[in-house]
């Protein structure tokens, strides 16, 4: 539109025969350098022209998706994956294209109308369909889920690879749909959430790659061989960001920096279809040229569908006025389509028996599964009673070890006073027998002899009134006596020697009621 309202001359010529685009040279007051322009011709498998609706091979939207959409869904039923995306310098068409408008819907909104109602349209009971919406964008080199509410600061998705799935988003929602509405409410959530802008060339540019994907599943059964074939197909359409120049948008700052890192995406991706190309047509020699897939996300998440399993085309969207940004999509789509994928039918079949042993072996998984989850239980279990057990024990042995040496401390004061009380008897004994044995007689001295004899003589006087005689006065009654007094400490440390048997038996009977106080305690 800003070319029809500024009266720019269209360069571009298409013919629907021989499907040639041919870019003409601008007039000489249309060139804006000095510049030497050339007329170039390039052909493809289809050159839609969709300049003037009043020319008699203008081509519709009705067009390009009988052309292309329908022809990648017949590839889709038959199982293979399929990636279209367009290509081109902004505004100049490639979100019309996929997306179109709501009087005029573009390829994305046709394929999946198309997709329910041929699922709709299918009456055999043998077949079953199931399809799962995702809808990303890749901005600034990073992932953002357009189907996830928006948020502040906005969460960004982390690209992952497996040995299975290859390259792909992490923590992606993917929706189940049942029918074509389901999809297109999806798709209106995604468009208002997908990073816009508005510059010099274009009111609404897409600052962002946007990624749709729809995934079928096809589960077949054959009654007769009761076997089961299941299809899997990726349907993947992608609407990419415009290449720019900064000078013809007007961009500043985030704007800016947006379109550089646009720039850097398609570049990368450019190089990814130059190193492809080459490698088909056989162009590089000798060492295998590494594909630089990994220098941005979006060829790294697009790997598969650039070279790998899938039937992929490209929409190369070109300004009819611009010479310089034409010529240079216009190299770009030639040399995308030298590209030669490996694309297969992602099928798999299961007869009876593989099935039925498929299922013997998951349910011998889930009982496996569910045993060792019963057992971890149950360990779980013992663990803990075993742990609260040993703390009991651990108390009960702390007490009996306070016991046992607070009974060790009684029985030591005990032992050690009878040992006392037995040392002192033994020397009492001791010098008793030795003074019984050997009794000393003193003799008075000076005045002291006369008072002693005369108390011996006043004792024996006394004695001998009574007719009584004195037990010490013979050495028979001393034996006697000292016989006697042996006998008695004989007789005491005999019970000293019980005493402490006692005290034995006591110490042993309180360590043995302890030990019992285990059980008593538990019960």
């Given at each position: 539109?800003?070319?029809?309202?500024?009266?720019?001359?269209?360069?571009?010529?298409?013919?629907?025969?021989?499907?040639?685009?041919?870019?003409?040279?601008?007039?000489?007051?249309?060139?804006?350098?000095?510049?030497?322009?050339?007329?170039?011709?390039?052909?493809?498998?289809?050159?839609?022209?969709?300049?003037?609706?009043?020319?008699?091979?203008?081509?519709?939207?009705?067009?390009?998706?009988?052309?292309?959409?329908?022809?990648?869904l017949d590839h889709n039923f038959e199982g293979y994956h399929t990636c279209?995306?367009?290509?081109?310098?902004?505004?100049?068409?490639?979100?019309?294209?996929?997306?179109?408008?709501?009087?005029?819907?573009?390829?994305?909104?046709?394929?999946?109308?198309?997709?329910?109602?041929?699922?709709?349209?299918?009456?055999?009971?043998?077949?079953?369909?199931?399809?799962?919406?995702?809808?990303?964008?890749?901005?600034?080199?990073?992932?953002?889920?357009?189907?996830?509410?928006?948020?502040?600061?906005?969460?960004?998705?982390?690209?992952?690879?497996?040995?299975?799935?290859?390259?792909?988003?992490?923590?992606?929602?993917?929706?189940?749909?049942?029918?074509?509405?389901?999809?297109?409410?999806?798709?209106?959530?995604?468009?208002?959430?997908?990073?816009?802008?508005?510059?010099?060339?274009?009111?609404?540019?897409?600052?962002?790659?946007?990624?749709?994907?729809?995934?079928?599943?096809?589960?077949?059964?054959?009654?007769?061989?009761?076997?089961?074939?299941?299809?899997?197909?990726?349907?993947?359409?992608?609407?990419?960001?415009?290449?720019?120049?900064?000078?013809?948008?007007?961009?500043?700052?985030?704007?800016?920096?947006?379109?550089?890192?646009?720039?850097?995406?398609?570049?990368?991706?450019?190089?990814?279809?130059?190193?492809?190309?080459?490698?088909?047509?056989?162009?590089?020699?000798?060492?295998?040229?590494?594909?630089?897939?990994?220098?941005?996300?979006?060829?790294?998440?697009?790997?598969?569908?650039?070279?790998?399993?899938?039937?992929?085309?490209?929409?190369?969207?070109?300004?009819?006025?611009?010479?310089?940004?034409?010529?240079?999509?216009?190299?770009?789509?030639?040399?995308?389509?030298?590209?030669?994928?490996?694309?297969?039918?992602n099928e798999d079949q299961v007869s009876v028996a593989i099935r039925d042993?498929?299922?013997?072996?998951?349910?011998?998984?889930?009982?496996?599964?569910?045993?060792?989850?019963?057992?971890?239980?149950?360990?779980?279990?013992?663990?803990?009673?075993?742990?609260?057990?040993?703390?009991?024990?651990?108390?009960?042995?702390?007490?009996?070890?306070?016991?046992?040496?607070?009974?060790?401390?009684?029985?030591?004061?005990?032992?050690?006073?009878?040992?006392?009380?037995?040392?002192?008897?033994?020397?009492?004994?001791?010098?008793?027998?030795?003074?019984?044995?050997?009794?000393?007689?003193?003799?008075?001295?000076?005045?002291?002899?006369?008072?002693?004899q005369s108390f011996r003589s006043k004792r024996h006087a006394e004695a001998?009134?009574?007719?009584?005689?004195?037990?010490?006065?013979?050495?028979?009654?001393?034996?006697?006596?000292?016989?006697?007094?042996?006998?008695?400490?004989?007789?005491?440390?005999?019970?000293?020697?019980?005493?402490?048997?006692?005290?034995?038996?006591?110490?042993?009977?309180?360590?043995?009621?302890?030990?019992?106080?285990?059980?008593?305690?538990?019960?």
């Open positions: 539109m800003h070319e029809a309202e500024r009266g720019a001359t269209c360069l571009v010529e298409m013919d629907p025969v021989t499907q040639t685009t041919t870019l003409c040279p601008p007039t000489e007051g249309d060139k804006a350098s000095r510049k030497l322009y050339e007329k170039k011709t390039f052909t493809f498998d289809n050159s839609f022209w969709s300049a003037n609706p009043q020319d008699p091979h203008y081509a519709d939207q009705d067009t390009i998706y009988n052309c292309l959409g329908e022809e990648f279209i995306f367009a290509y081109g310098q902004t505004g100049s068409g490639k979100s019309y294209s996929m997306m179109g408008t709501e009087e005029n819907p573009g390829l994305i909104p046709r394929t999946c109308e198309d997709l329910f109602e041929r699922i709709e349209s299918n009456v055999s009971p043998d077949v079953s369909y199931s399809v799962r919406v995702s809808y990303f964008e890749v901005y600034n080199e990073q992932v953002r889920d357009l189907l996830a509410p928006r948020s502040d600061p906005p969460r960004y998705l982390k690209v992952r690879e497996s040995p299975t799935e290859g390259p792909h988003v992490a923590d992606l929602i993917d929706v189940p749909v049942k029918n074509y509405a389901e999809v297109m409410r999806y798709m209106t959530m995604g468009d208002i959430n997908r990073t816009v802008a508005s510059t010099k060339m274009n009111d609404t540019s897409s600052r962002s790659h946007a990624v749709f994907t729809l995934m079928l599943r096809q589960v077949h059964h054959d009654v007769n061989t009761d076997e089961t074939t299941e299809r899997t197909a990726r349907i993947r359409l992608v609407d990419l960001a415009g290449s720019e120049r900064a000078n013809a948008t007007g961009a500043t700052g985030v704007r800016l920096r947006e379109g550089g890192n646009i720039n850097k995406s398609l570049t990368t991706l450019g190089r990814v279809i130059a190193a492809l190309a080459g490698a088909s047509t056989g162009a590089v020699r000798g060492k295998k040229e590494v594909v630089p897939y990994r220098d941005s996300v979006l060829t790294w998440l697009l790997k598969d569908s650039l070279g790998g399993n899938s039937k992929t085309a490209m929409i190369a969207c070109i300004s009819p006025t611009d010479y310089e940004e034409t010529l240079s999509t216009l190299r770009y789509a030639d040399q995308a389509k030298h590209i030669k994928t490996r694309a297969t039918i042993a498929k299922i013997e072996e998951m349910q011998e998984t889930i009982r496996t599964l569910q045993l060792n989850m019963v057992k971890i239980t149950e360990n779980k279990k013992q663990s803990e009673y075993q742990t609260q057990q040993l703390e009991e024990y651990q108390n009960q042995v702390n007490r009996m070890q306070r016991l046992m040496e607070e009974t060790k401390e009684i029985a030591e004061v005990k032992i050690k006073s009878l040992q006392t009380q037995n040392e002192a008897l033994r020397l009492h004994l001791k010098l008793a027998v030795e003074s019984l044995r050997n009794p000393k007689h003193h003799t008075p001295q000076n005045g002291n002899l006369s008072r002693h001998d009134d009574e007719g009584l005689e004195s037990d010490y006065d013979s050495a028979d009654d001393r034996e006697d006596v000292a016989t006697e007094v042996e006998i008695r400490v004989d007789e005491l440390l005999k019970d000293i020697a019980l005493f402490k048997r006692k005290c034995a038996d006591d110490k042993a009977r309180i360590m043995l009621n302890a030990l019992h106080e285990r059980p008593l305690n538990r019960a």
